[in-house]
């Protein structure tokens, strides 16, 4: 397979003689306080950014229900999809930007603005999404927290190549396991706090303040170790050997076909919970659990790719998760949505996790990652839960949708193949 190839094709120098030494496998710490500082200011901007981002199915449950009542499960789903597809997507910016020294200030400026939008969010006025609400939800909570997120994400991502090579699939999982964290801890958090006697304006209000204090802990911990390279990398030069490089391109269309079905079992599994008449109080842990064993997955699934390969793990992962999104067609009571969560989660914790591992092993110059990697999450779009809600249709015929989200498993798997 051209992955599993590619995939074993040491990093290379970019010919440049200064970078030699810095990009030579044996000058790589593997360790050291630094590097592990790094790697858990990394960890905290994956719990604050992307967490955040994939506990949106509280607020596709929350606006459907009670907040934006006049509009359709679609129409809602639009605002996380734009979020998350930002978050990616703005990495191709945010890459360019690493490469070219900028770390620091895209992490100041970056977490800044995060917590602006959420206060900005925590404004919104209810049933009012295509008026005065489109401004303080779709703009804030899709746009503004998108754009933010995604200038800090992928570099924090990609930082870590700095000082791990043959562990860098195991940090790097470390580092995607914060967004599993986030999405475990939020979920309870905001389903309580909205939910409950503060409602959304203060909920949101005292999320922006862990997010706060943990983005502040984050920028301190971070730090860079190679100097940027002295010509900015050309995107026209990186685009052009990427659409040669025929495993890089199967890996994004891979990426993109399997976010249809994340994002779905992401968004509406509390929904789906709710209206198929289970208690409130367990649906609101619906997506802890899936989220739960997400995370153990993100952690683990750097452990199983250095027995078996990062192409390998990445795509068993792809193939069980696909086969489990049907079962959500018999989803009925607690004990299913129990194994839902739990198999699904996994699964797409350990595909996640590799995701970033995959493409630094397919890049043949470490100055690329950066760029690489937003390319990657650019050309994955995050049109499947707009998709999946109109499908639903407001008769909530939940069949639909999940066959939709399941059959992208096939396209996926021939895609990795």
Not at 5 to 11: D, I, M, T
């Amino acid at each position: 397979m051209r992955a599993s190839e590619s995939a074993l094709q040491p990093v290379k120098s970019n010919g440049d003689p200064s970078d030699a030494d810095q990009l030579d496998s044996s000058d790589f710490p593997e360790g050291g306080v630094t590097a592990w500082g790094t790697v858990l200011g990394a960890f905290f901007i994956q719990f604050c950014g992307p967490g955040y981002t994939s506990s949106f199915g509280v607020f596709q449950d929350f606006y459907t229900r009670t907040y934006l009542t006049n509009s359709t499960p679609s129409a809602i789903a639009w605002i996380g999809s734009v979020n998350a597809f930002l978050l990616m997507s703005v990495g191709l910016v945010s890459g360019r930007l690493l490469d070219r020294g900028a770390f620091y200030h895209l992490m100041r400026i970056g977490c800044l603005l995060q917590c602006f939008f959420l206060l900005m969010l925590s404004l919104a006025k209810p049933n009012q999404y295509y008026q005065a609400g489109l401004i303080f939800v779709f703009l804030c909570h899709g746009i503004g927290f998108g754009v933010a997120t995604g200038l800090t994400s992928v570099p924090s991502i990609a930082v870590v190549s700095h000082y791990f090579q043959r562990r860098r699939a195991f940090a790097m999982g470390l580092v995607i396991s914060g967004s599993a964290m986030g999405s475990v801890l939020y979920p309870i958090m905001l389903n309580n706090l909205i939910n409950g006697r503060l409602g959304f304006a203060n909920g949101v209000r005292v999320t922006t303040g862990v997010v706060g204090s943990l983005l502040l802990i984050a920028c301190l911990l971070m730090r860079t170790r190679l100097p940027p390279k002295p010509h900015a990398v050309s995107y026209a030069r990186v685009l052009h050997n990427s659409l040669r490089d025929h495993a890089y391109v199967c890996a994004c269309f891979g990426l993109a076909a399997f976010r249809v079905g994340y994002y779905f079992v992401v968004f509406f599994l509390q929904l789906d919970s709710r209206l198929h008449g289970l208690s409130k109080e367990f649906s609101f842990y619906s997506l802890t659990i899936l989220n739960g064993a997400s995370f153990i997955g993100r952690l683990t699934g750097g452990i199983v790719a250095s027995y078996v390969g990062i192409p390998n793990t990445i795509i068993g992962c792809s193939f069980i998760s696909s086969a489990l999104i049907f079962s959500m067609i018999g989803l009925h009571s607690v004990a299913s949505v129990v194994l839902i969560g739990i198999s699904c989660g996994y699964f797409f914790g350990g595909f996640i996790a590799l995701a970033p591992s995959l493409i630094s092993h397919l890049t043949p110059e470490i100055s690329d990652i950066g760029a690489r990697i937003g390319m990657m999450f650019a050309l994955s779009s995050n049109l499947g839960p707009p998709i999946c809600g109109a499908v639903l249709t407001s008769h909530y015929t939940w069949w639909k949708p999940v066959l939709l989200a399941g059959v992208r498993g096939s396209c996926e798997m021939a895609f990795w193949f």
